[in-house]
């Protein structure tokens, strides 16, 4: 697993649009999968900023989103299609069709069967982004989800029920169920890429990296995956074992200037 400790939540946001970047400019047709959620807001704006000023096309991309709550059409204001629209989609050049998101209106699991043939008739996904819940959720995977799982119905925890609650009006219905991509189709992933600012996410982030890989802590199961890099800032590392370590090893990679290929993903 790659670690990069930012400075501030702007410096993640930047760092994940750049890795974003690179991708695209290796592959204009990529494949990217996206979250929603507090975090990412700040990488879509980058996003936007860096298409608006000519450097960046979302033309040939084909997107797919993690999750979506059941029952809400991508019309309502806390659908997670909303979401999207609301904070890239509407102000990049990505075309409409090439955008996924699951559909929280049809038959659910006759969406879930959909939603995985999509992602493998698009060639699989090349990049996907990922926030992280404070139980260590990744999409709508909570604590004791399958780690090979594909795209299905899970049902929230309280406690992400109440994160996510500052979402909706107080007396707004607030769905208990969510179309999720699995943990195995996230692993599936050719490139992960995680995201996670602030103190609250310091104990998830901790035993994401460095804990035992469990299905109680789904996030932790990115410690098998060949590609992934997991952007922090000072706060969310704050408990890192190995901080100083995460931190000279990307001193390294900049004074060597060594590739991927050569130096691993790995911090080891
Ligand atoms: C959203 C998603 C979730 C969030 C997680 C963190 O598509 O898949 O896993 O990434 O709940 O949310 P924030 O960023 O709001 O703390």
Not at 10 to 35: F, R, Y
Not at 73 to 91: A, E, K, N, V
Request: with cysteine; aromatic share 8%.
């Amino acid at each position: 697993m790659r670690v990069i400790i930012a400075h501030d939540p702007a410096n993640v946001a930047q760092t994940c649009a750049e890795l974003i970047s690179e991708q695209l400019q290796l592959k204009p047709c990529s494949v990217l999968g996206l979250a929603t959620g507090s975090t990412p807001i700040a990488l879509y704006k980058q996003l936007v900023s860096r298409y608006q000023a000519g450097n960046m096309s979302f033309l040939g991309v084909k997107s797919f989103n993690l999750d979506e709550y059941v029952g809400l059409s991508g019309t309502h204001p806390q659908s997670y299609r909303y979401f999207m629209q609301q904070h890239l989609f509407d102000h990049v050049d990505i075309r409409a069709k090439q955008t996924e998101v699951p559909l929280g209106q049809v038959e659910p699991s006759k969406e879930c069967i959909r939603y995985e043939k999509a992602i493998v008739q698009a060639g699989g996904i090349d990049l996907q982004i990922l926030g992280l819940g404070a139980n260590g959720h990744i999409g709508f995977n909570e604590p004791s989800s399958s780690l090979v799982s594909k795209t299905r119905v899970k049902t929230l925890t309280p406690a992400t029920m109440a994160a996510n609650a500052r979402f909706f009006d107080k007396n707004e219905y607030q769905p208990e169920l969510a179309l999720t991509m699995g943990i195995g189709t996230i692993m599936r992933a050719r490139q992960v890429v995680l995201l996670a600012t602030g103190t609250h996410k310091a104990k998830a982030v901790q035993a994401m990296i460095e804990g035992p890989v469990s299905a109680q802590d789904p996030a932790s199961i990115l410690q098998f995956h060949e590609r992934a890099t997991v952007v922090l800032d000072a706060d969310s590392a704050g408990l890192l074992k190995q901080y100083e370590y995460y931190q000279w090893v990307e001193e390294v990679r900049k004074r060597t200037n060594l590739n991927e290929f050569v130096l691993g993903q790995s911090a080891s």
